[in-house]
């Protein structure tokens, strides 16, 4: 039986990208997104697909965690792992920053990733142990975004380091992979070269590769924190900045 991994955020992009690698690595998935259509065309991307499933829902509702729960008991899987990739801006995340929106971002940044592990690691712990990474963001560290999201992204870090260490002696390995800026179809980054071409130039050309970063660059990095038969990346923040 393969080992099951959800990727949460992951009809496309660097979720997406996640997947496939994890998939062609000999994971089965379990795809997540809310639109039932852009799912099943991140479906038909995915290699022997009889292993991998869809959880088509909005995780940042109230009844995220239930529904979860449901449906891995209708389908009877035990996750051995969890990607926490779901994450990005919320609308009106400028300065000055008003309280609201800082909920709104920690929700979908934060909240929603911590209500998942404090459902699944107990039961990862009876199954021996299991494995959680986290998509961090630069931001975190250069405050170089929008201020909820990065705010967010650094009480992520922070998240992580402290679980970690917390559930350490019960074998969940708990990290987080921080890119710098992604560019992919659909991206924040991708529009603004098309509506923001300057912007998008000035930036780009702040980058040591003198590009963004592709999904598919960061995918295979997590998929080996999974395939890597160690503890040592436990409570590790770790960045794939291109040089940033
Ligand atoms: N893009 C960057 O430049 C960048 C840089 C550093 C870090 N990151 C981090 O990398 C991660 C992925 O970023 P990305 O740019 O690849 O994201 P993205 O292209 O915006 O993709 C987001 C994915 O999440 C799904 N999604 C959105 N809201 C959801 C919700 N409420 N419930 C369930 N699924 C939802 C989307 O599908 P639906 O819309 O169909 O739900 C989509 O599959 C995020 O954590 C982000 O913060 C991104």
């Known amino acids: 039986?393969?080992?099951?991994?959800?990727?949460?955020?992951?009809?496309?992009?660097?979720?997406?990208?996640?997947?496939?690698?994890?998939?062609k690595n000999g994971f089965s998935v379990i795809l997540n997104g809310r639109d039932g259509a852009s799912l099943q065309n991140a479906f038909t991307q995915l290699p022997s697909q009889e292993k991998h499933s869809l959880f088509c829902h909005d995780l940042t509702k109230e009844d995220a965690i239930e529904a979860l729960d449901a449906f891995l008991k209708a389908h009877a899987i035990s996750l051995y792992g969890v990607v926490h990739n779901l994450g990005g801006k919320v609308k009106d995340d400028v300065q000055p920053l008003h309280v609201k929106t800082l909920q709104a971002s920690m929700r979908l940044n934060v909240e929603v990733g911590i209500e998942i592990n404090n459902r699944m690691i107990p039961r990862m712990i009876a199954q021996g142990g299991g494995k959680i990474v986290h998509i961090g963001s630069s931001a975190a560290f250069n405050g170089n975004a929008s201020p909820a999201y990065a705010i967010s992204k650094g009480a992520l870090h922070t998240y992580v380091?402290?679980?970690?260490?917390?559930?350490?002696?019960?074998?969940?390995?708990?990290?987080?992979?921080?890119?710098?800026?992604?560019?992919?179809?659909?991206?924040?980054?991708?529009?603004?070269?098309?509506?923001e071409p300057q912007k998008y130039e000035t930036r780009k050309a702040q980058m040591p590769l003198g590009r963004f970063a592709m999904p598919e660059e960061i995918a295979p990095y997590v998929s080996a924190l999974f395939s890597i038969e160690s503890m040592q990346?436990?409570?590790s923040i770790i960045a794939l900045e291109g040089g940033v």
């Open 1 to 23: 039986m393969s080992k099951v991994i959800l990727v949460t955020g992951s009809s496309k992009g660097l979720g997406l990208a996640i997947a496939k690698e994890l998939a």
């Open 161 to 195: 380091k402290n679980s970690a260490r917390y559930y350490a002696k019960e074998n969940i390995m708990m990290c987080a992979v921080v890119p710098s800026i992604l560019e992919h179809e659909g991206s924040e980054w991708s529009a603004k070269r098309m509506n």
């Open 233 to 235: 990346a436990t409570g």
